[in-house]
């Protein structure tokens, strides 16, 4: 069974920084691509990035890009979302998100999110 | 940048009718190297993480009631359900993957039952 839990989230300080992990199960992480996508409290998804199967293609939304990092790390089955000076337009439930293919198509897979808050 | 612009933005339907939520690219979606319309749709119900639907714009997924289907070419695609269920209350969402690494989703529609 495919399991994707988000970790990592919380109140954090305008400015400040925060790394997200998803740790997933059920799959290789070799085969597919992987995405985080936001959402905000009562708005709708907002795509923030993507990685490929063998990490060696990223995407980001032009609101994060320069901020936030996607990395992946096969071995610990683990996906993680590095972000820098954060911004309080950057509240939102996060999503860690399986591609059903190896490169950024649809996601077939999400975990349940972890909130991020960013105010002072 | 592509933008997709949903319609309605919500939607009341009965029981049983046939429920239709559009989803307009600002960009021709069919991509030439596999002759496949890069689009999907996702189901989100309250309190849950999106549920993927249709991919290939036409393409259901596994598991998913066949009353649910997509269609469409070139810039103009629809989300059919067919016989309103009490469970499909829920907002959709078109999502594009044709500018791959970067995806974008349309804004949602909120269907509700009338």
């Known amino acids: ?120 | 940048d592509i933008v997709l612009t949903q319609s309605p933005d919500s939607l009341a339907v009965s029981l049983g009718e046939r429920a239709t939520i559009n989803c307009k690219s600002s960009q021709n979606l069919l991509y030439s190297s596999n002759n496949r319309i890069q689009l999907a749709w996702y189901q989100q119900k309250p309190g849950q993480p999106p549920k993927l639907l249709i991919y290939w714009a036409s393409t259901r997924e596994s598991g998913v009631p066949d009353r649910f289907s997509g269609s469409g070419s070139g810039t103009d695609f629809t989300l059919t359900i067919s016989s309103l269920q009490a469970e499909d209350v829920a907002v959709y969402y078109c999502q594009q993957y044709y500018t791959t690494p970067t995806i974008t989703f349309g804004q949602g529609t909120r269907l509700e039952i009338k």
């Not at chain 1, 992990?21 to 996508?37: E, I, P, R, T």
């Not at chain 1, 609101?63 to 089955?77: M, P």
Request: with cysteine; proline share 2%.
């Open chain 1, 1 to 120: 069974e495919v399991q994707l839990v988000e970790s990592g989230g919380g109140l954090v300080q305008p400015g400040r920084s925060l790394r997200l992990s998803c740790a997933v199960s059920g799959f290789s992480l070799h085969d597919h691509a992987m995405h985080w996508v936001r959402q905000a409290p009562g708005k709708g998804l907002e795509w923030v990035s993507s990685i490929n199967w063998n990490g060696g293609t990223t995407g980001y939304a032009d609101s994060v890009k320069g901020r936030f990092t996607i990395s992946r790390d096969s071995a610990k089955n683990s996906l993680y979302l590095q972000m820098n000076s954060l911004r309080p337009e950057d509240t939102a439930l996060y999503y860690c998100a399986k591609d059903k293919n190896g490169y950024a198509c649809f996601l077939d897979h999400w975990g349940q999110g972890t909130l991020v808050t960013v105010s002072s």
